[in-house]
């Protein structure tokens, strides 16, 4: 089993819908989780980090953590074409291990 | 810029010579990591220094892989007799010594191309 998987995509959602992003992990003892965005061609950029079971809202973006079933989720609100990207899940102990990441395209 | 720093960009070599990349991290940032991505895969972790200690090594470093970190700042990544399979992105990335030290911010990329 991996240690990060991600839901398969690609996910394809018209402008101004929420894209919905899920993560499970394998190791329980888990305490950091990040979510990072990525441009074609370009390196991994940070957008979310939680580190405690609930929600948590940065702008458009919203983070949901349940360490007791091992799942961590993106909400994306109102997606705009620039959210057009792939998203990947990470999981840290003392480096991150990455998910295979979710394509997701944001019609106009 | 003060962001992580990587040379070269792009890198097109023949199967079996060497090459070597070279990651500035953030000047502040004494944890420094080295990944390999491919196409339609997440990074897959190579190593890891903090300051000039290299702590961890993936299995997935083979013994054509060498990395060093000299003085704790910048760090290199040589790959020795390259083969087609080692074409892949290989990011630097680098964290806090204190505070969020998890979470990475990474460099563009050095993009290698074995023929």
């Known amino acids: 089993q991996k240690e990060v998987e991600q839901n398969s995509g690609p996910l394809s959602v018209p402008e101004g819908a929420i894209a919905s992003l899920n993560c499970t992990y394998s190791d329980r003892g888990s305490q950091s989780f990040f979510w990072y965005r990525q441009y074609s061609g370009k390196s991994p950029e940070l957008i979310m980090s939680?580190?405690?079971?609930g929600d948590k809202e940065d702008g458009r973006f919203t983070a949901q953590l349940n360490k007791a079933s091992q799942y961590v989720s993106l909400l994306i609100r109102d997606s705009q074409p620039s959210d057009s990207a792939t998203y990947l899940c990470?999981?840290?102990?003392?480096?991150?291990?990455f998910g295979a990441g979710t394509t997701v395209t944001v019609r106009a | 810029d003060t962001g992580v720093s990587q040379d070269p960009r792009h890198k097109i070599t023949k199967r079996g010579q060497n090459v070597t990349f070279r990651c500035d991290p953030i000047?502040?940032?004494?944890?420094l990591y080295w990944y390999r991505q491919t196409l339609g895969q997440g990074p897959e972790f190579l190593t890891y220094?903090?300051?000039?200690?290299?702590?961890?090594k993936s299995r997935l470093l083979s013994d054509r892989f060498s990395a060093e970190r000299p003085k704790g700042s910048f760090s290199t990544l040589e790959i020795q007799r390259t083969e087609q399979g080692d074409s892949a992105m290989y990011l630097c990335?680098?964290?806090?010594?204190?505070?969020?030290?998890?979470?990475?911010?990474f460099g563009e990329g050095s993009r290698l191309t074995v023929l």
């Open positions: 939680i580190y405690s079971n």
């Open positions: 000047s502040e940032h004494n944890r």
């Open positions: 990335a680098s964290s806090a010594a204190q505070g969020r030290t998890q979470e990475l911010f």
């Open positions: 990470a999981v840290n102990d003392y480096k991150l291990s």
């Open positions: 220094f903090q300051n000039e200690a290299q702590l961890e």
